[in-house]
């Protein structure tokens, strides 16, 4: 079956970066869309960053030019590299793919990690 497993979160200071990682296994890796979300205490969750499977890819407003989504394929690892963080940048951040190949929109992903938390100081 799908497993995400997210790692790379910490407490970091305004300014720094920090660099997510997730390893993906139980399919077949570069075929599907993956994206990256978060969610802060009280808010609702919000997609960061997504992929597709021939690498477009797509960022909110509020992290573009700051945060980097990549992946490698033969390590079926998905990246997001935060550079300039804030402290509203502060979620649990969680690695997710889409349930069928060949979509790649908001509401097709439905495989979850269990996050990993990022918090950032001022």
């Known amino acids: 079956q799908v497993q995400l497993v997210e790692s790379g979160g910490g407490s970091v200071q305004a300014g720094g970066s920090l660099r997510l990682s997730c390893a993906a296994s139980?399919?077949?890796?570069?075929?599907?869309?993956m994206g990256w979300f978060r969610q802060a205490p009280g808010k609702e969750r919000e997609r960061v960053a997504r992929i597709d499977s021939d690498g477009t890819t797509s960022y909110a407003d509020s992290v573009k030019g700051r945060f980097t989504i990549s992946k490698d394929n033969a390590k079926n690892t998905l990246y997001l590299q935060m550079n300039s963080l804030k402290p509203e940048d502060t979620a649990m951040y969680y690695c997710?793919?889409?349930?069928?190949?060949?979509?790649?929109?908001?509401?097709?992903?439905?495989?979850w990690g269990q996050g990993t938390q990022v918090t950032v100081s001022s």
């Open positions: 139980g399919y077949t890796y570069s075929s599907a869309c």
């Open positions: 997710a793919r889409v349930r069928w190949f060949g979509t790649c929109t908001d509401f097709d992903f439905a495989y």
